[in-house]
């Protein structure tokens, strides 16, 4: 069976319930999540061995993360100890005309002060077939992306696939470098690369050639093959560069598609209405999580793989919280065209 390890942040979430606006709320859900622990508890849940490292605190609070992970069958046995805090973000969903907000609380946390050398990891990644990381690691701190890029370094002396999400995010990057100073040495190591323009351009300032990538609500794959080349060009160890496909009708109504290059074929996945969205956060961690299984479980088919992570995201958006708790039948069964939603008996 082959093995997996992911790395970054798992966070408490906190949400109003329902709908309610941050100030409506006078109790808040719990969830745990994060992106790497994301695609973690999805790759477990489709049956892989898969194990997540980060740094928690020596608290309740970092014991109740932890009883998720190992709730849903993720791997913790690499997991620091130690810190001030767990971080935190509090999720005020939207609806229709009325996007989501997050606000951070995640300063100071276990993980922002994890440090090079902390992790063994020649002995992680032993017996380990692939390694996930994404852009909102190295964005925490300094000593989280060193940490990064010595995983990244290690797993290619060891010959483990490299795989990446790009995942910019614009509030996180405050310890004063910029990203272009620190993800191309890290994204270099990679073999798979997923990542939309916006990714593109805030990380390595491309931008798509000659053509407006977004049509109001709907999306061109072709428009992004501009990109996909560019990334591949300027990190050439990368054998497949994916981006997901989001056309935005509202809050709750989005298309949902993706579009995956290899060095010579544009594979493109059918496109999803989702018409009632129920929460949309881990979307991309979805079909991370799906991409890296189908190219486990396909042989590395890219256009079956692709389908499925596309596939799996589009039900994401039905489950609430960060982690995709689907299953793989329940995936194929979309693949296959079977959108009713009929009552499984």
Same mark, same amino acid.
């Given at each position: 069976?082959?093995?997996?390890?992911?790395?970054?942040?798992?966070?408490?979430?906190?949400?109003?319930?329902?709908?309610?606006?941050?100030?409506?709320?006078?109790?808040?859900?719990?969830?745990?999540?994060?992106?790497?622990?994301?695609?973690?508890?999805?790759?477990?849940?489709?049956?892989?061995?898969?194990?997540?490292?980060?740094?928690?605190?020596?608290?309740?609070?970092?014991?109740?993360?932890?009883?998720?992970?190992?709730?849903? #069958? =993720?791997?913790? +046995?690499?997991? *620091?100890?130690?810190?001030?805090? &767990?971080?935190? /973000?509090?999720? @005020?969903? !939207?609806? %229709?005309?009325?996007?989501?907000?997050?606000?951070?609380?995640?300063?100071?946390?276990?993980?922002?002060?994890?440090?090079?050398?902390?992790?063994?990891?020649?002995?992680?990644f032993q017996d380990?077939?692939?390694?996930?990381?994404?852009?909102?690691?190295?964005?925490?701190?300094?000593?989280?992306?060193?940490?990064?890029?010595?995983?990244?370094?290690?797993?290619?002396?060891? #010959? =483990?696939?490299? +795989?990446?999400? *790009?995942?910019?995010?614009?509030? &996180?990057?405050? /310890?004063?470098? @910029?990203? !272009?100073? %620190?993800?191309?040495?890290?994204?270099?190591?990679?073999?798979?690369?997923?990542?939309?323009?916006?990714?593109?351009?805030?990380?390595?300032?491309?931008?798509?050639?000659?053509?407006?990538?977004?049509?109001?609500?709907?999306?061109?794959?072709?428009?992004?093959?501009?990109?996909?080349?560019?990334?591949?060009?300027?990190?050439?160890?990368?054998?497949?560069?994916?981006?997901?496909?989001?056309?935005?009708?509202?809050?709750?109504?989005?298309?949902?598609?993706?579009?995956? /290059?290899?060095? @010579?074929?544009?594979?493109?996945?059918?496109?999803?209405?989702?018409?009632?969205?129920?929460?949309?956060?881990?979307?991309?961690?979805?079909?991370?999580?799906?991409?890296?299984?189908?190219?486990?479980?396909?042989?590395?088919?890219?256009?079956?793989?692709?389908?499925?992570?596309?596939?799996?995201?589009?039900?994401?958006?039905?489950?609430k919280g960060d982690?995709?708790?689907?299953?793989?039948?329940?995936?194929?069964?979309?693949?296959?065209?079977?959108?009713?939603?009929?009552?499984?008996?």
């Amino acid at each position: 069976m082959k093995k997996i390890v992911t790395f970054g942040e798992i966070m408490l979430r906190l949400s109003p319930p329902g709908f309610k606006r941050f100030s409506q709320a006078n109790s808040f859900d719990v969830v745990y999540g994060g992106g790497e622990s994301n695609v973690a508890v999805s790759l477990a849940n489709y049956g892989l061995q898969c194990d997540f490292v980060t740094r928690l605190p020596n608290n309740d609070l970092g014991d109740c993360a932890l009883m998720e992970l190992r709730k849903r #069958g =993720v791997g913790t +046995s690499n997991i *620091l100890r130690g810190g001030e805090r &767990l971080g935190i /973000y509090f999720l @005020e969903t !939207g609806a %229709v005309s009325r996007g989501s907000k997050v606000v951070y609380d995640r300063a100071h946390s276990a993980m922002s002060s994890i440090t090079k050398g902390m992790v063994d990891w020649k002995s992680v990644f032993q017996d380990v077939d692939w390694f996930h990381w994404t852009g909102i690691t190295p964005a925490i701190s300094q000593g989280a992306a060193d940490a990064c890029l010595e995983a990244i370094q290690t797993a290619n002396e060891m #010959g =483990v696939t490299v +795989s990446t999400d *790009l995942n910019y995010r614009k509030k &996180l990057w405050k /310890y004063g470098k @910029e990203p !272009g100073e %620190v993800m191309p040495e890290l994204v270099a190591g990679c073999d798979i690369i997923l990542g939309n323009e916006e990714d593109a351009e805030k990380h390595f300032g491309l931008h798509p050639e000659g053509v407006d990538v977004t049509h109001g609500s709907s999306v061109d794959g072709k428009s992004y093959l501009s990109v996909l080349k560019q990334l591949q060009e300027m990190f050439p160890r990368a054998k497949k560069v994916i981006t997901t496909l989001r056309g935005s009708i509202s809050a709750s109504h989005n298309t949902w598609s993706g579009v995956l /290059y290899d060095g @010579e074929t544009l594979f493109e996945a059918p496109t999803y209405d989702i018409t009632h969205i129920v929460d949309r956060v881990g979307g991309g961690d979805s079909f991370m999580a799906g991409l890296i299984f189908g190219l486990i479980h396909y042989d590395n088919d890219s256009q079956k793989a692709l389908n499925f992570a596309v596939a799996a995201s589009c039900l994401k958006h039905t489950i609430k919280g960060d982690a995709n708790l689907v299953s793989i039948d329940e995936v194929e069964k979309l693949m296959s065209g079977d959108a009713s939603g009929r009552v499984s008996r």
